[in-house]
Every structure is written in C-alpha cells, then in structure tokens.
C-alpha cells in the first residue's frame, strides 16, 4: 500500500514488497544501514514531547490535571503499581543488535522483564519500539528457537488494550499504531508454527477484546475500535491474505490464518485489502483441500460471502472466474449434493450455489468448459424428468428448507445459464423445457410427503418465469411440448372460478395474493416473447386455437372483476401486445379481432390524464393499446368504420390535446394512416376540443412547438428568419458535414424521423391547406411554412450534397455544376416566395383588423346618436306636457303635416271621413279606443272585491252568477280603425 512505508518510520521492519518476494517464508537479514541510532530516534521523540508541550501551553483548558503530569511523575506511578522497575526499551534493543557473542540468558531475561512491565497494557507512545523489539526478535529465531516463547509473549501484549496518557494521543501517535499492528502481518514470514498462530489469534483478539486485568491510574485503556480502526488503515489483512502462500503445507496454520481473514473480512476496508491481494482466487483454490473438521471449505466460503457484500462484485468475480476456481466450486457443491447429510451441509451447499450462480453470470467464466454448467441442468430437471445419469442414481430431494431453497436456485441458474447461447445445446439435451412445463397445470393437492401449498405455488412461478427465458431459445422443443396448448389451457383455469386460492409470500407472487392474477401474469410474460419471434409456425397454432379470442376475453374479465392495480395492468398491457404480434400484417386475424376487440379498446383510450404518472402503469397500458390498434385495426375497413362509428378518432384528438410527448408521435403516426379512409377527415374537422379548438389548430400548434424545442429561427411574428435553411434547428445546423456512402441517412434525412413535424405535414395534406376552419392569423402564417415543408426539405438535401462534394474536394463538370446552382437559387426563391406570403397575410390581416375596428366605432356612434335622438325626442315631449304655448305650437304644426300629406285631388262621389278626434288635446298618434260596459256591482261586489271571495260570497249576496246581456265581448280591431263603441 502506497500510503504505508514501515522502513521509513520504524526501522529494520520489513517491508511488504520484501515479504511477497520471499516466498519461502525465510527471514531477509536487515540491511546495515536500515537502524536508525538512538540518538536519533530520542531526539525525534523529544521534538514531539516539546511539540504537544507547546500545544498545551497554547490551550491549558484542554487538558485534564492527569495529562500535565510529567515523565518524572509517570515512572513513580509504574513503579508503584507494577512493583517493577522501568525497563529501559532502548536499552534491550541495543542488548538484542549486539553479535551473537553476548549473553543469550541476558536477552531473553531482559525480554521477560519487558513482558512484565507491559502486563497491563502497552502505551500508544511504546508502540514504535515494541514493533523493533517484534523485528529483531523474529530476525533471531531462525537460528535460536530460546526467542520463540519470549517474541509470543510479547505478541500476547497486543491482546491487551492500548492505553495513552493524554488526549491527543490517539491521534499523535494514529501513524505508529498502524505501523505497528501491520508489523504482526510481516512477522508472519517467520517459519514458526507457533508464532504465526500465536499472531492470528492476536488479531483475532481484536474483534473479541477480553476486559482488561488491572488499570493505571495515570494510563487509560483505549476501546477495542481503535485497534480495529488501526488495521483497516494500516492494510494488515492484504498481508495475511499473502501469508496463506507461507502455509501451503501446515494445515493447522493455515486453519487460523482463514479464521483470521473470517474475522478481518467483516469490515468494508479489509475486504478491499483482501480483494488487491486476490484473496477470492486464494481461497477458492484451496477449498478442497482435505481436511478432516470441514472448516477450510466453511470458512472460505463465509470469507467469499463478506466480499461480495463488501466489494464490487464487478471485481470479484472476474477472479474466481478461471478454471481452478469454477473446478473446486464444481467439486464442492457435488460433494455437498450427493454426500452431505446433515443440514450444515445443505446450508453451505447452497451458499456455495449462490456464489457459482454469480460467476455463472460473467460471459468469461468456463461454465461450460468444466462440465459444471451440464451438471447443474442435470441437478435442476431429475426430479421432473427421469435420467439415467448415475451422478442422480438414487438421489432424492427431502422436503426441508433448505432443499426447498436449492430447488430454487437450480431454476435460477437455469436463468443465468440460458443467457450464454452456447448453452443452448445443453438445454436442448437436458429436456429443460419438458421439466418446467411440468409446473405449467392447475394446482393440486400435495401429499403427505409433497411441497406444501404455498411452496408449490413458489415454484410453479418459478419455473414460469424460468420457461420466460428458455422458451425463445428452444422453439422446436416449445412446440414439441405443445407450449401453445398448455398455456392457453393454463389461462383458461387462471380466469375459471376455481376455489384456489393464491398465497402470494414469494418475489413473484407479489399482487397474487387471493387470487390466481400472478399465474396468470407469468404464463403471459412466456407468451410474449415466443409471439414476438414473428414465427409463423408459432402464431399460426396461436391462432387456430382460438387465442384471439380468449385474450380479449381475458382482457374484459380483468377490467370487469378487478381494481387498477398494477399487476392488473400488467396484464392487460401484455395481452394488448400480444394481439398486436399477432394481427400484425394479417387481414384474416384483423377480422377475428373484429368489432369486439375495437369495443374493448375504446374504454383504455378514455384515460384520465392525472393517472398518466401515476406509476401504476398506465403509461405503458396506453402505449400498447395504441400499438393494438394500429395493428389490429389499421387496414381493416371494416374495423375502421366501426371505431369512427364509435367516435374512436375523437378519443385520439382528445389524447393529443394532453399534449404527452410519449405518446404524440404515436398517435399523429396512427392518423395518417387514418387519414386514407376517406371518411376520416370528416370527421377531423368536426371535432372541437376545449373553447372551440379545431384539429387544425391544434396540429399548427403542435408544429409550433416542436420547432421551437428544435431551436428554428423565427422572427417575432413567426416568419422564416434564414431563408436558405428555413426547418434547421439548432443541433442540425451545427452538425459538421461528414462525407457518407449513399446507404447512410444523413442528418436531414434523420430529422425526419426523429420528430413530429413530418406526420404533422401528412395529416394536413389529407385534411387539404384550403378552408381548414379555425386558423389565427398566427396559424396561416406558420400553415405556409408547413406547406412547402417537402420543398424545404429537398432543400436541406440539396444543401447537404454541396457541402459533402466542397468537403470532399469533389468539382463537379460544368452541366451538374449549372444545375445545382439552379437547383440551389429556386430552393431559395421558394423561401422567398414564402416569407413574401407570410407577409402578405399578416398586412391582410392587419387591413381586416382596421376594418372590423372601424365596423365597431360605426356601429358605437350610431348607437350614440341613437341615444341622443331618443334624449331630444323626450325632452320635446316633456316640453309639450308643460308648456301649453308648445303644445299649440305642435299641434299646428301636426296638423300642418297631416294637411301636407293628404292628396290634392279627390274623386268625386266619395265620402271622406275624418281620421281626427274632436277636442283631443295630444300631439301623438292616437291609439286603439275600446268602450266597454261596466259590470254590474251586484255581481263584481264592488271594484275592489276578490273575485274568488265573490264567488264564496254567491249564495249569500242572493243565487248564482247569471249571464248580464248588456255585457259583450269586442271582436278586436284592424289596423286602419281608430275606435270601437
């Protein structure tokens, strides 16, 4: 690790590039130079002592009473609880680097007194010097075993916690600690049997601390997360993952190393140390090896475990994925199957599964190579299909948990393994399909020694969903089985009243709870994709079945008896595919969907457009009802009759009104088609949308906003701003011309597909540019540009063939040189001609606008002087009812115009009577007179009497009512009469 450099900091310690190149295990002689002095080492310690002095003097509130103590008092309070003298370290280091002629009791006596002295704890600041002391030792031990005991005695005071004196000690002293803790790692390089496990038990120590024997008063013991913390930054597990190659031979070494790394791979950061020195492909290599207690296969399974948690799994498998690794995963699994009795050994054979099911997934890994990959097929199908294959000879499956869960995983694996096409061939000959279609039947009931009720259901779903992935791979062994048969019948029980009753605790279950929808979700998920082959062999069974027609009959039974919920529209969403697979480019099938398939329809496309992102799916719902009705309905005559009948195109006005980006294109694409039918534009001119929309503004409006998410140039009002390229938007026009062969779309080609604007141009064609009813000005203007949209497109061609041929430095002769140029400036007056039109229509609409502005400030003053002549006219009138003077005067003159308006000349021998009133003082025309009699009191009561009083009144007031002859009802009179008497 680059980060950890033990010879820079603590001398004559080995370093890791110097432990993975000894691969035997001897111990490298320290080089001369490598120790540093004493001196030097004190003088280093005492820069440090004057550093955190410094520190304290700065803050002195930071520091408790017990951490000002000094060294003097320190040594005191050793003495006093040890009963120990202080041992010098220094001097027991210079004591073990004398030569080999000083006294050999003296060193391991001054070892022992070190052991003594530590006995309750090694101080964060001692760490560099015991790590030393560790080294030389280990150095000793090749040639004097007397240092084994003592150099483990030592290693034991690691056991015990690490204390500091103050508080900035954990975080002073964080270097040392690492270093030292990773020096137990390279010590590991020792040949000693006793010190490598003396070593792991240690570290083992670290994640089970023991509470510690006796405290100091001045010391305080560190908790057991600092050491662990220690050894995630100090790297020791990548070590003892290398020194698994020093313990090839020593099973019992190698035991402890594996419960170590067991310990170790716990955590995040160890797993990842362990993951560089390849620990996974150390491991696996050796499970087998043999090993009369079972632990080496255990524990490096569990260690396997903790790094796929742990670790990328994109960087695991990669190593467990050769031949070695996939041989001993092979080996161990089989043994586990076919040997294993205890229910252990069907946990860790199922863990082991699941680490094999994981490699099996990397398209690198030689599944097949090593036969294992034909093994597990055979393991999956014996039960449900006899092999005379003697690895399953007698073999029988218990109906435990964890037999259940292999079942499981075998069908799993099938999965996995059916992703690899070269496995197709092992499928085909081990009856894969013959064995799930075993589950495809109705349930029954299980025996005394059978699944139970809901572990059958789990695995009928299981290998539905297996036969999903299987099924597209062997078709010849789908028909062979009669897949066709077997799943209609299978849908019929699922839509049946049958009294089975879905558990639904699976993953897939899930929504299948109290009913039989999950049986009838997966049987149509292997549908789909055996229909989406387009295999006519296939389809055509499909349909000589009758599928047509039970589909649709499946779709009513589910929008009648349940909610929308979104395993339901799942459903419906994959029957509606399916129909569209099948009705596809067939007239026939399109006449058996016939006029029942348009009436299950029509209710999908009344969508609420709050649930459009309502996550349950409705989306999806609405995408395949409109790919049904494209391809089960288009082209169809009949059928498209009768959804106008059903004012099916209105629904999809309406669709295209909500504006969904999703789904526009599909919708526009469906109208065009529509479009041929020559009842259809009828019927698109008719529909009106919210205030009055027509279907011409609104597909203007459409084109509007397309261009400008497409960035294209318009002035204010809408015109074409650049004339040559007037449809290029901004991601067109900044695509440099790339010279192409003539089979590849260039960008302007692409630009047709790749938005709306093209259908937009084809429905509008079909419905005409003339009278389209509805239109703003706004709405000519851009219905101008839209229709020389084929023109400027041809353009945009043309534009692009110059630019390849300049790029390509490509001249061409004199003729085709004179007609591209032609060709170039007519594109260019046809844009011309065109903003010259939108001109003139926008001063046209300007003109009508004055022009109506006029109407209305005519028809205001009109209105005005109305109101003044009415004003005047009353104010005469007003006049002659109070000034009699005025009155006479307006009499005259009445009468005057009377006079004037007569003729001059009469003929002789007529009467003339006057049209006048004597003595009648008014100056307006006279009205209807009507003289009419009074009613005799007698029989009214009076003129105030109640008339339905009167009549309760009769029989006292003298009998009933009697006809009055003097009474007469007046006939009423023309025109030309002035009175009736």
């Known amino acids: 690790m680059a980060s950890f450099a033990p010879m820079a900091t603590v001398p004559g310690l080995c370093c890791r590039r110097e432990f993975r190149e000894s691969g035997s295990g001897a111990p490298r002689p320290a080089e001369p130079g490598a120790m540093a002095s004493p001196v030097r080492f004190e003088t280093s310690m005492a820069n440090l002592q004057a550093q955190l002095t410094a520190q304290k003097l700065r803050s002195p509130s930071a520091f408790s009473l017990r951490d000002r103590l000094s060294e003097s008092d320190l040594s005191g309070s050793l003495e006093q609880n040890n009963h120990l003298k202080s041992v010098d370290l220094n001097h027991v280091i210079k004591l073990l680097e004398e030569t080999e002629s000083s006294d050999l009791e003296e060193q391991l006596q001054a070892l022992k007194n070190v052991v003594k002295r530590y006995e309750t704890g090694i101080p964060l600041k001692e760490l560099t010097r015991i790590s030393k002391l560790?080294?030389?030792?280990?150095?000793?031990?090749?040639?004097?075993?007397?240092?084994?005991?003592?150099?483990?005695?030592?290693?034991?005071?690691?056991?015990?916690?690490?204390?500091?004196?103050?508080?900035?000690?954990?975080?002073?002293?964080?270097?040392?600690?690492?270093?030292?803790?990773?020096?137990?790692?390279?010590?590991?390089?020792?040949?000693?049997?006793?010190?490598?496990?003396?070593?792991?038990?240690?570290?083992?120590?670290?994640?089970?601390?023991?509470?510690?024997?006796?405290?100091?008063?001045?010391?305080?013991?560190?908790?057991?997360?600092?050491?662990?913390?220690?050894?995630?930054?100090?790297?020791?597990?990548?070590?003892?993952?290398?020194?698994?190659s020093l313990a090839e031979n020593e099973l019992t070494v190698k035991l402890w190393i594996i419960k170590t790394l067991q310990h170790l791979s716990t955590a995040e950061a160890n797993c990842q140390f362990m993951l560089d020195a390849e620990a996974p492909r150390r491991l696996c290599s050796h499970m087998n090896e043999s090993d009369s207690t079972g632990q080496l296969l255990f524990r490096s399974s569990e260690i396997l475990w903790n790094l796929l948690e742990n670790t990328s799994r994109e960087e695991m498998v990669p190593q467990l994925s050769n031949l070695e690794c996939v041989n001993a995963l092979k080996e161990a699994f089989t043994n586990l199957l076919l040997?294993?009795?205890?229910?252990?050994?069907?946990?860790?054979?199922?863990?082991?599964?699941?680490?094999?099911?994981?490699?099996?997934?990397?398209?690198?890994?030689?599944?097949?190579?090593?036969?294992?990959?034909?093994?597990?097929?055979?393991?999956?199908?014996?039960?449900?299909?006899?092999?005379?294959?003697?690895?399953?000879?007698g073999f029988k499956l218990t109906y435990t948990n964890e037999d259940f869960e292999l079942k499981k995983l075998l069908l799993n694996m099938l999965t996995v393994l059916a992703k690899d096409l070269c496995t197709v061939q092992l499928l085909h000959e081990g009856k894969v399909m013959l064995a799930l279609f075993y589950y495809v039947k109705p349930h029954e009931k299980p025996g005394v020694l059978d699944w139970s009720v809901a572990q059958h259901e789990e695995l009928q779903l299981h290998a539905i969903a297996t036969l999903a992935t299987v099924a597209p791979l062997l078709v010849e062994d789908y028909m062979m089985c009669q897949g066709n048969t077997r799943l209609l019948m299978f849908l019929e029980w699922c839509a049946s009243n049958d009294p089975f009753v879905g558990q639904g605790n699976s993953f897939h279950g899930t929504g299948g709870r109290g009913n039989k929808l999950a049986q009838m979700r997966y049987c149509l998920r292997v549908l789909s994709p055996v229909v989406s082959l387009c295999d006519e062999t296939v389809n055509l069974d499909l349909c000589d079945q009758g599928a047509i027609n039970q589909l649709l009959g499946l779709l009513k039974y589910t929008s009648n008896n349940y909610k929308e919920e979104e395993i339901v529209l799942e459903i419906q969403t994959d029957i509606l595919l399916i129909l569209s697979t099948l009705c596809e480019n067939d007239t026939h099938r399109k006449e058996l969907f016939g006029w029942e398939g348009v009436d299950?329809?029509?209710?999908?496309?009344?969508?609420?457009?709050?649930?459009?992102?309502?996550?349950?799916?409705?989306?999806?719902?609405?995408?395949?009802?409109?790919?049904?009705?494209?391809?089960?309905?288009?082209?169809?005559?009949?059928?498209?009759?009768?959804?106008?009948?059903?004012?099916?195109?209105?629904?999809?006005?309406?669709?295209?009104?909500?504006?969904?980006?999703?789904?526009?294109?599909?919708?526009?694409?469906?109208?065009?088609?529509?479009?041929?039918?020559?009842?259809?534009?009828s019927h698109i001119n008719v529909w009106r949308g919210k205030k009055e929309q027509t279907a011409a503004n609104l597909l203007i409006g459409l084109w509007r906003q397309e261009e400008e998410e497409l960035g294209v140039k318009h002035d204010k009002v809408g015109r074409i701003a650049d004339i040559k390229r007037p449809l290029v938007g901004h991601f067109q026009a900044h695509q440099s011309v790339t010279p192409m062969p003539a089979r590849c779309p260039t960008v302007a080609i692409m630009d047709v597909a790749e938005n709306m604007r093209a259908k937009i141009y084809c429905v509008i064609c079909k419905l005409g540019f003339e009278n389209l009813p509805g239109l703003s000005a706004k709405d000519f203007v851009t219905l101008a540009i839209i229709r020389r949209y084929l023109d400027f497109k041809v353009g945009e061609i043309w534009a692009e063939i110059?630019?390849?041929?300049?790029?390509?430095?490509?001249?061409?002769?004199?003729?085709?040189?004179?007609?591209?140029?032609?060709?170039?400036?007519?594109?260019?007056?046809v844009g011309k001609m065109v903003v010259s039109l939108q001109t003139e229509m926008l001063e046209s609409h300007q003109y009508q606008e004055r022009l109506e502005e006029q109407k209305s400030y005519s028809k205001i003053q009109s209105l005005h002087k109305q109101k003044d002549m009415v004003n005047k006219s009353w104010q005469n009138f007003l006049t002659r009812t109070s000034n009699y003077e005025a009155l006479k005067k307006a009499k005259k003159i009445q009468e005057k115009s009377i006079e004037e308006s007569r003729s001059k000349t009469r003929r002789p021998n007529i009467t003339f009577h006057p049209t006048d009133i004597k003595k009648l003082n008014t100056t307006i025309a006279a009205g209807r007179l009507i003289t009419v009699e009074s009613t005799p009191p007698e029989l009214t009561g009076g003129p105030l009497a109640d008339t339905e009083l009167a009549l309760k009144r009769l029989p006292i007031c003298g009998g009933a009512l009697q006809r009055v002859k003097g009474v007469k009802v007046m006939v009423p009179l023309k025109k030309d009469s002035l009175s009736v008497k």
Request: glycine share 4%; aromatic share 10%; hydrophobic share 40%.
């Open 600 to 681: 299950t329809l029509i209710p999908f496309l009344k969508l609420d457009a709050k649930k459009f992102y309502g996550g349950l799916g409705h989306h999806r719902l609405l995408f395949s009802t409109l790919d049904c009705l494209w391809c089960c309905v288009m082209g169809c005559t009949i059928l498209e009759d009768y959804f106008l009948e059903k004012e099916g195109l209105f629904l999809l006005l309406d669709l295209l009104v909500l504006n969904q980006r999703n789904v526009c294109n599909q919708i526009l694409g469906i109208l065009v088609e529509f479009c041929d039918n020559p009842k259809a534009a």
């Open 339 to 393: 040997r294993g009795s205890r229910n252990y050994d069907r946990q860790l054979r199922n863990d082991i599964l699941v680490i094999s099911t994981l490699i099996a997934q990397n398209p690198g890994a030689p599944m097949i190579e090593t036969g294992f990959s034909k093994q597990l097929i055979l393991f999956a199908t014996f039960v449900e299909v006899k092999s005379q294959s003697p690895l399953v000879k």
């Open 802 to 829: 110059c630019a390849e041929l300049k790029e390509e430095k490509f001249k061409p002769v004199t003729p085709d040189q004179e007609a591209i140029r032609v060709i170039t400036e007519t594109f260019s007056k």
């Open 134 to 244: 560790l080294n030389l030792c280990g150095e000793k031990i090749p040639n004097h075993s007397e240092f084994i005991e003592p150099t483990c005695e030592i290693i034991k005071l690691y056991r015990l916690p690490f204390c500091k004196k103050k508080l900035t000690d954990e975080v002073n002293y964080s270097r040392e600690a690492q270093e030292s803790i990773a020096q137990l790692g390279y010590l590991m390089r020792v040949q000693c049997s006793q010190l490598r496990i003396t070593i792991c038990k240690c570290i083992i120590s670290f994640y089970h601390p023991e509470p510690p024997k006796k405290e100091f008063e001045v010391y305080q013991a560190l908790s057991s997360n600092y050491k662990r913390k220690m050894v995630e930054l100090g790297g020791l597990a990548e070590t003892v993952v290398l020194a698994l």
